[in-house]
């Protein structure tokens, strides 16, 4: 028996079956409560008791009895209502056209954002069980997938707390914003980017409510690519390599959409998006090194158009030149890219800039095989040149 | 700022050949998140999936400790 103050029973079924499919197994969720029906993956089934026997409740029969995905059925429930868990639904709305809302928007977050709604109390309710505000906990939907487990692997983060949320600073809170879906929709045959990054174990505190984070209107990707491009993108059928290293399929626009959604809500709560694919690669109109979507890209310029931040900067310590932030911004001096990277490397673009102040770009090349850190911190060209863009 | 957050200058990433540490990531976020008021943080690389979420952990111990 487990027991953790804010988590219910099924949270910790959540956390298990999610931390056995990140270990490459499956697992059987065998629980009665029909909310765990959101956890059901190509790996992952429900079996519920029913007369006769229990009813294995795979991806196909979600769909059969929901007429959603499994990841849609926490909105579709919010939807609905479900008396027994004293969640009122939205008004005039019930299953069949919850389905079709639904299939039609991806989310209730889309829903609300294309002001779906004919009132904001109706928004404000049909919302309501998604939130995590504790007293509400009985009913709240969305299953936290952060509970605490025994044995090696689930606690391995466990004296960092159980809050989803950490303190920033002064009061603040970090997010950590992720989905499980980024495992199934994007999973490539050779580049190590097969199993979500945040999903096992070490940083298990996706935030409940925010997981299904999409870049929702074309608007908010057109923000730095070429409509054409975002066309091409989603139109991906089949298995194809963008380039030498890049590998997409059916999935990987679902994904990147998902990921560039996940930044934009980082910038918005000021969090840390666990997204695959990356973004920093990616140009106005190709996809280059694993990266479909600029997703720091587009956060920066989100932030500018719908927060009213008007400086930014973007600090890149992947160890690969982030030369796709970089070209989107070369021209702009309202966003200040540093990139600080291996050279020589790939992508052979990263030499030290000849004239780094004349524009808002900077790079900070290092030799392979130095220890960055000590490297960096005589490195007085690079960082320092942030706080002058201090705006924000 | 925003932190393009990419963990493959860690010194066990099969694709790079950078020494960074944990310590060293933990540093960099919490440098980083120092620069401004406002910070968010986006994953980019790091192919080592063994390593990979501690090495986020580390960075989310430093984005918390940018006082």
Known sequence: ?392 | VIVAAGFDAHRDDPLAEMRVSADGFREMARRSASLASRTAAVLEGGYNLETLPGLVAAALDGFESAA
Not at chain 1, 173 to 197: C, E, K
Not at chain 1, 236 to 249: H, M, R
Not at chain 1, 259 to 286: K, M, N, S, T, Y
């Open chain 1, 1 to 392: 028996m487990r027991r953790q103050p804010g988590y219910e029973a099924d949270d910790f079924l959540a956390a298990a079956a999610e931390r056995e499919e990140a270990a490459g197994g499956t697992a059987l969720v065998a629980t009665s409560d029909r909310d765990a029906f959101q956890l059901v993956t190509e790996n992952v089934t429900v079996l519920q008791p029913a007369k006769g026997g229990p009813a294995r409740i795979d991806m196909a029969e979600v769909r059969a009895r929901y007429g959603v995905d499994p990841a849609q059925v926490t909105d579709f429930i919010a939807l609905r209502g479900d008396p027994s868990d004293k969640i009122p639904g939205a008004r005039g709305i019930g299953p069949k056209r919850g389905a079709e809302l639904l299939a039609q928007y991806g989310s209730l977050e889309a829903m609300l954002e294309e002001g779906r709604f004919a009132s904001e109390a109706d928004a404000l309710q049909a919302l309501s069980p998604h939130r995590d505000d504790g007293s509400r906990r009985s009913t709240a939907l969305v299953a936290r997938r952060d509970a605490r487990l025994g044995g090696s692997g689930g606690t391995r983060d466990g004296d960092r707390g159980n809050s989803c949320r950490a303190p920033l600073r002064g009061g603040a809170l970090l997010d950590v914003i992720s989905h499980p879906s980024f495992v199934a929709l994007h999973v490539p045959s050779t580049s190590g980017q097969r199993r979500d990054p945040g999903a096992d174990g070490a940083s298990p505190r996706a935030v409940s409510g925010l997981r299904r984070r999409r870049a929702r209107s074309r608007a908010q990707l057109e923000l730095v690519h070429d409509p054409a491009y975002v066309d091409a993108i989603q139109a991906i059928e089949g298995d194809v390599w963008l380039d030498p290293d890049t590998y997409a399929n059916a999935g990987t626009c679902g994904a990147a959409c998902l990921a560039a959604g996940c930044a934009i809500h980082a910038v918005e709560v000021g969090g840390f998006a666990l997204v695959r694919p990356p973004g920093h690669h990616a140009l106005r109109d190709a996809a280059m090194g694993f990266c479909m979507f600029g997703n720091v890209a587009i956060a920066a310029r989100h932030a500018q158009t719908a927060l009213g931040i008007g400086r930014v900067a973007v600090v890149d310590f992947d160890v690969h030149h982030g030369n796709g932030t970089e070209a989107l911004f070369r021209d702009d001096p309202s966003v200040l890219t540093v990139s600080l990277h291996q050279w020589p490397f790939w992508p052979g673009r990263g030499a030290r800039d000849p004239t780094p102040r004349a524009s808002s770009t900077c790079r900070s090349p290092q030799a392979g095989g130095r220890r960055v850190p000590g490297r960096v911190r005589r490195d007085r060209r690079a960082l320092p040149s942030v706080p002058s863009s201090r705006n924000s």
